[in-house]
């Protein structure tokens, strides 16, 4: 069974950091991209940013970029999301996501290639 599984959210204020981990599981790691994506309260889910199989490239959305990075650990079947300098525009809850299909470049703009969801964690940024 194809398992996402997301933690490391949590309350911060503004300028503070967070680390969250998307720890998976049933399928073969280093063949699948991993995506990570949030929806705040009302809005609609969004792209944050993905990494690519193996030791693929990464994309970040621009409203991330110097903020944010992505990185996978293959010894932990895991990709990490590090958010740094947080801004109250980034409370959401976040979900990772794997492609559909292995050894694909990603991109968060085709949100529709990306299946199997996580739960989500939840970040709250306080100003």
């Known amino acids: 069974e194809v398992q996402l599984v997301e933690s490391g959210g949590g309350l911060v204020q503004t300028g503070e950091s967070l680390r969250l981990s998307c720890v998976v599981s049933?399928?073969?790691?280093?063949?699948?991209?991993i995506g990570w994506f949030r929806q705040a309260p009302g809005m609609e889910r969004e792209g944050v940013g993905c990494?690519?199989?193996?030791?693929?490239?990464?994309e970040v959305v621009d409203s991330a970029k110097g903020r944010f990075t992505i990185s996978r650990d293959s010894a932990r079947n895991t990709v990490f999301l590090q958010m740094n300098n947080l801004e109250p525009e980034d409370t959401a809850v976040y979900y990772c996501?794997?492609?559909?299909?292995?050894?694909?470049?990603?991109?968060?703009?085709?949100?529709?290639?990306?299946?199997?969801w996580g739960q989500g964690t939840p970040v709250t940024v306080s100003s």
């Open positions: 990494v690519s199989s193996s030791n693929g490239p990464t």
């Open positions: 996501a794997r492609t559909k299909y292995p050894m694909i470049l990603c991109s968060v703009a085709y949100p529709t290639m990306f299946e199997d």
């Open positions: 049933g399928f073969t790691f280093d063949d699948y991209a």
